[in-house]
């Protein structure tokens, strides 16, 4: 799951640099690159991954600012372009293994109600209530609004399927986690709130922006700074939930033609 402008001191724009100067007997330094040694037993494609992160300065700097991954900054910088994180009281986090979007969130707003759920364990925060669980079980969505005490000022969702290496079929799992996470951030969500869910390049598709849009006052595509630029990934923001408004105007029949008539 990545600047914070309030009261988070975080900012996006802050990591710089050439890279990590070392790999803790990973690999070897040549003009400030790390260049990865090779191991009998590693993968070529582990290797590429090891050299990746060794010269990654957002992995540096998450490692400096106590960050459970690099993809805290990737909420951070959303936050400081769309402002998502002002004001918040209840907030939801889903896939939220390992925890960086969850630290940002507090570091931003350290007294809101935040509560976490992934399929993987997460290490304990404080001031978070994490559960390991599916989102699509049983009882997740009641056990989730419990915890929360209330309606959702923000839902967030950095689920992504395993890929297999087909586009489509990658996309189409993709988009079935957003599509899962939209119906529980409708579910949960104040009127005026707001959610983000990790998409894949080209945005979430037509009918998906649709939906987004019906509920939501403003919908925007974002590829923050952190995300690697070779990565697929980039975010779906809607801001302005409609609430019950929306749902109600999608239940009425259509309108009469030639208008309505009255009856005395």
Request: with cysteine.
């Amino acid at each position: 799951m990545t600047g914070v402008k309030s009261g988070g001191g975080v900012r996006g724009g802050g990591v710089r640099g050439g890279g990590v100067q070392s790999g803790g007997g990973s690999g070897r330094s040549q003009g400030g690159k790390v260049r990865v040694l090779t191991a009998r037993k590693r993968k070529n494609s582990s290797n590429r991954w090891l050299e990746r992160q060794l010269n990654d300065p957002y992995v540096k700097a998450a490692k400096a600012a106590g960050f459970r991954s690099r993809a805290a900054f990737k909420l951070a910088e959303l936050d400081e372009r769309f402002g998502l994180l002002q004001h918040v009281t209840r907030v939801v986090d889903l896939g939220a293994a390992p925890g960086g979007w969850c630290q940002i969130v507090l570091k931003a707003r350290p007294k809101a109600t935040l509560v976490a759920i992934d399929l993987l364990p997460i290490e304990p925060i404080a001031g978070v209530t994490i559960f390991e669980g599916d989102i699509l079980a049983d009882g997740t969505e009641a056990l989730l609004r419990g915890a929360l005490g209330g309606a959702a000022d923000l839902v967030l969702s950095d689920m992504a399927a395993n890929t297999v290496g087909h586009k489509m079929t990658d996309h189409i799992r993709t988009m079935a986690l957003v599509e899962t996470a939209l119906a529980f951030a409708v579910a949960i969500l104040r009127p005026g709130g707001a959610f983000v869910a990790k998409v894949l390049a080209g945005g979430a598709d037509p009918a998906l922006v649709g939906e987004l849009k019906r509920h939501f006052a403003a919908v925007k595509h974002a590829k923050p700074p952190a995300s690697r630029a070779g990565s697929s990934e980039w975010y779906v923001v809607a801001q302005g939930f409609k609430g019950r408004v929306a749902e109600i105007e999608h239940a009425l029949p259509p309108p009469v033609a030639g208008g309505m008539e009255s009856f005395d």
